[in-house]
Antibody, heavy 127, light 109 residues
Framework: EVQLVQSGAEVKKPGESLKITCKGS????????IGWVRQMPGKGLEWMGS????????RISPSFRGQVTISADKSISTAFLQWSSLKASDTAMYYC????????????????????WGEGTPVTVSS | SYVLTQPPSVSVAPGQTARIVCGGD??????VHWYQQEPGQAPVLVVY???DRPSGIPERFSGSNSGNTATLTISRVEAGDEADYYC????????????FGGGTKLTVL
């Protein structure tokens, strides 16, 4: 069974650093992109960024560039999302998801969707 | 950047059919995916590539996509279908390849 298991809830103070994890199992972690999605309290889903563990190729949304770092360690099948200096506005639920690619022979194009999600890591930043 | 528009809420009685729409410029040319998020839970993929269902998703969930509107249809709605539903597209170009709609809260009356 394909699974993504995330690290547990975090409570931090503004200015502190944080690194949360997403560990994959049941598939070849190296060969699939992992995405990070933010959900602020009572709000919708926002794509933050994605990483390809095979070569650590990373894409980050302009909204989060410079605010977070995305990395991965393929030797332990784990992706990471980290902050160097948290703000109260970082309070949210953070999900990781596997990005499944489908190649369509007719038309010779491909697309992605998020087929498996982690359970989420709630992060609270408060003084 | 590309924008997906969903109604904030849809209400339906048990046993009836719910239709949740997702609007976007020429969305019919894109592959649309739908996620269900029950209260306090992580999102779950219910429809991908406009019309396909992952294994384990009931046949009551179906999708369509044409022109400027994609639609998630839930037939014979049950109380357990009450959740938030998000449409999503992926695009190869641009700074934001992953775009979500704002979400629709489905209420079962």
């Amino acid at each position: 069974e394909v699974q993504l298991v995330q690290s547990g809830a975090e409570v931090k103070k503004p200015g502190e650093s944080l690194k949360i994890t997403c560990k994959g199992s049941g598939y070849n972690f190296t060969n699939s992109w992992i995405g990070w999605v933010r959900q602020m309290p009572g709000k919708g889903l926002e794509w933050m960024g994605s990483i390809y563990p095979g070569d650590s190729d990373t894409r980050i949304s302009p909204s989060f560039r410079g605010q977070v770092t995305i990395s991965a360690d393929k030797s332990i099948s784990t992706a990471f999302l980290q902050w160097s200096s948290l703000k109260a506005s970082d309070t949210a639920m953070y999900y990781c998801a596997r990005l499944e690619m489908v190649y369509v022979l007719e038309g010779a194009y491909y697309y992605y969707y998020m087929d498996v999600w982690g359970e989420g890591t709630p992060v609270t930043v408060s003084s | 950047s590309y924008v997906l528009t969903q109604p904030p809420s849809v209400s339906v009685a048990p046993g009836q059919t719910a239709r949740i729409v997702c609007g976007g410029d020429n969305i019919g040319s894109k592959n649309v995916h739908w996620y269900q998020q029950e209260p306090g839970q992580a999102p779950v993929l219910v429809v991908y590539d406009d019309t396909d269902r992952p294994s384990g998703i009931p046949e009551r969930f179906s999708g369509s996509n044409s022109g400027n509107t994609a639609t998630l249809t839930i037939s014979r709605v049950e109380a357990g279908d009450e959740a938030d539903y998000y449409c999503q597209v992926w695009q190869r170009s641009g700074d934001i390849p992953w775009v979500f709609g704002g979400g629709t809260k489905l209420t079962v009356l």
